[in-house]
């Protein structure tokens, strides 16, 4: 079946990085769009960035324009989120999330994606 596993988290200090990988498996990406989620304790869960496999376009929030850059791996059905310049406010559960759009264009609408990873966990503090 349809799965996608996220890996990647953990904890690091404001100003470091983290690479977060999206794995899919039971399908291929081709005609789908990637979408990473991010949720805080206590707050709603955010759409960050988005990427159109079959257009290699992608859309990034304003809140971590510039900071992070999603980029794809065919060959092995991944989609990772490079996240740099990380701050403490950056803390939270990351989701990535699949949705079937052919050559349409990715949004950041979590009710437009209908499978969902289990989450990963980054930890923003010194």
């Known amino acids: 079946q349809l799965q996608l596993v996220e890996s990647g988290g953990g904890l690091v200090q404001p100003g470091g990085s983290l690479r977060l990988s999206c794995a899919a498996s039971?399908?291929?990406?081709?005609?789908?769009?990637i979408g990473w989620f991010r949720q805080a304790p206590g707050k709603e869960r955010e759409g960050i960035s988005c990427?159109?496999?079959?257009?290699?376009?992608?859309y990034y929030a304003d809140s971590v324009k510039g900071r992070f850059t999603m980029s794809t791996d065919n060959a092995k059905n991944t989609v990772y989120l490079q996240i740099d310049s990380l701050k403490p406010e950056d803390t939270a559960v990351y989701y990535c999330?699949?949705?079937?759009?052919?050559?349409?264009?990715?949004?950041?609408?979590?009710?437009?994606?209908?499978?969902w990873g289990q989450g990963t966990q980054v930890t923003v503090s010194s």
């Open positions: 039971g399908f291929t990406l081709d005609y789908y769009a």
């Open positions: 999330a699949a949705d079937r759009i052919l050559f349409g264009r990715c949004v950041l609408s979590k009710t437009d994606y209908d499978y």
């Open positions: 990427i159109s496999i079959k257009s290699g376009r992608t």
